[in-house]
């Protein structure tokens, strides 16, 4: 399971020192740290996926599957919550009727 909003804001704000409010601030501060660490507000795939995640692949999350005979390419789009978060065959369908 990837991690929430409130886990990447602490990400984030164990990073930037207290004191920086505005975006000059912001920047003068990120361009100072650049230089010793390029990657430093970089979340790794570690830090966005939970423990209990561990086993997810992509094996979970086929790029074909057959139903009624047919075999389809799928797409996946995730959005938690979102009616569109789901697995989709593309689908060029014409109505007969």
Known sequence: MLVNDELIYGFYDALIPDGIWTGTGFGRWYRDEQKKNDELLFLS????????????????????????????????????????????????CRSTG
Do not use: N
């Open 45 to 92: 795939r570690d830090d966005l996926m939970r423990h209990e995640a561990a086993g997810v692949t992509t094996d979970l999350f086929p790029k074909r599957m057959t139903m009624s005979g047919i075999e389809m390419s799928l797409t996946y789009h995730f959005e938690p919550g979102a009616r569109r978060a789901m697995a989709s065959p593309p689908c060029r």
